[in-house]
């Protein structure tokens, strides 16, 4: 559709119903597809815009737009508006002052979550849906994330497989706009494209243009793939008509069994509409892989390597080693596992069951239990494993303890709470589990330690990262600092070095870590003679100015200090770029400094340099002098730099190594990890020992922004 007719159907679509339906179509252009459900919690969710007022859209709002000539049905109950109409209203959606590229972060925020739990389904489809959403929210405010999973997504596939190159190159295009700046990886999508529909000489032509001398393409740090028929130096092989027509039989074929939902010139996802054979289930919608079909409980949510817990990561030879684990084929496994480690060296699940199958092998292997969020923050879950997995291959490598080996079961409690409880459970039941390492927030971990306590055989848990300082318990240890700490050298900074005495936090209410770490930094920082004022992320609805010139102007502030949970973060970097873009120039020359949520590359990306001169306090960094060697090491073997959730969760795990002993059991493990004592060269660089309360001494480190990228600050 040209934008000139997706404009006239704007505005008839604003002349019929009014400006209310409007907003509620703004709104609906941002996922790539629609159903009710997902309109009507749209609807729901977005009824005021960024500054708190209502704009009135009626219930009758989402029916109107579907049956609309905005929105085509292209499937049961599945809606999707054309391209251009999308481009438009999302355009309008960012110009209109009501609503702005922040209502873009909240719609993006919004969407990840819907998709959560959908990622983990057991329907394909399902699955399939929810993973073009969850590229459809990182590509408007985290392109560079979006375009390196969609370089991973084209780096893992057959070029044999013409169907799913089609697809990949096809959904890649609906992505032009907020993918601009990757230009490159456009024109790949486009090349491969051509090369899967026998276009050959338009694919080498297309790659020409972004192939280096080494016939090869770099993007976000992923080295794609070229077929060898169309690298640009090689010599021209010839094609006869039996090769091109079998090229040709093979799309034919997929478009028998494939229906495409269009989106711009007939061209977006698909799904199969075939099932796959017994013994196999679809991955992505697409790929029918082996696999262990069960129903859907909490029992899915944990893996020692008879399925995987990362469903939208494609690994043919993992699946592969899936099957044989299952069979208790562990050699064969191993053998695959291997191969899967090699296809995909970033990603420590295979790893972990790799080992695993080693340890299966060996047989009688000691077990321990990691929890990660992988519904909910599935890259931070990745970041824990890289640790736990680090940890466990060195240990496995090394011929474990008299022979046997580590075993490491992985489980998802996507962070809530309730799940946790169940996963905890679980593992209980679990007979061959010592000990716990998990859960990822402080709210998730808190009310699984109640269950693990509880237990007529208790189990230990350590958590990597969970840092509230109301987290007790006789089975709880820590491999991070507690947010006393974190708070005491904030307050401590702020009022001794840069000799400020009133403070602004941003934070969210009754939540256990960042309310946690609001109360533990006001109680030091009024000790030291300072005053703060706070405002509740969730509560402020994006009203941002007005809230930073009454801080300056009532309170007389000197800093803004931000504390938000995880899923707080992009409104968090929302009030710094306000403060950036200030008119007022008391506002603009306030202190920024903030918790270790906002450690992440997508501050510095996402931030720009509103953040500049950022102050954060985190348990670990790689270059403090102290951890520069465990971060090579971790380096080499993860093939880029690590965040300090890994170097947690590896001290973690090598301290419940240490607990081991000969036919251990649940209380000798408790029992050994009160005596655990680690040398710098045994962790990531710190001494390792627990307090009688499970807490270690291990201080936290200041980093500051600069010149967009982390620095070290000050290390204590």
Partial sequence: MKPEVAKRRIESFEKRFGKAHLYLAYHAAFPLSLT????????ANFQRDIHGQVRGIPWIAVSDLLLSSLCDEVGHELYEMDLAVRNVLLSRLKEDEKFGQLRIYELSDFLLEYVRQQLLSDDPDIRDFAQVQQWTALAYVQPSEAARELALAFSKLDDKNAAELVRMASLTETFAEPLAEFQPLLIYARGMGNFARGKLEVAKAELGKVLDERNQIKIAAVNLPIPEQIKVNQKKRKFTTKSIISVQKSIGAVVGIIFFVTVSSGRSFYKWVTPCPTGQQKLKGVFCVPGIVQQNNITNNISQGDRTLFPTIRNPYRDQGIKAFHEKNYQQAVNFFAQAVQYDRNDPEVLIYYNNALARQKDSPFTIAVVVPIGSQQNIAIEILRGVALSQNQFNSDSGFNGQLLEIAIADDGNDTQQAKQVAQQLLDDRSVLAVIGHYSSEATGAAIYEYQKAAEPLAIISPTSSSSQLQGETFFRTTPSVIKEGEQLA??????????????FYNLDKAYSDNLREEFTKKFEKLGGQSSIIDLAGMKQDVNRKLNESVSINQVQAVLLFPEQQFTRTALGIAKAKA????????????????????????KEGGNAIEGLVLTIPWFREAPESKNFAQQAEQQWGGQISWRTATSYDATQALIQALSSNPSRATVLQRLQQVNLSPQETSGNTIQFTPQGEIQMEPVLIKVEGGRFKILQSN
């Fill in 36 to 43: 009710p459900d997902l309109l009507y919690r749209l609807w």
């Fill in 492 to 505: 401590e900074y702020i009022r001794n070095q840069l000799g400020l005495t009133k403070v602004v936090i």
């Fill in 581 to 604: 873009e200030s008119n007022n120039p008391r506002v603009r020359s306030l202190k920024l400094l903030g918790s270790s949520t906002l450690y992440d590359h997508t501050t510095l």
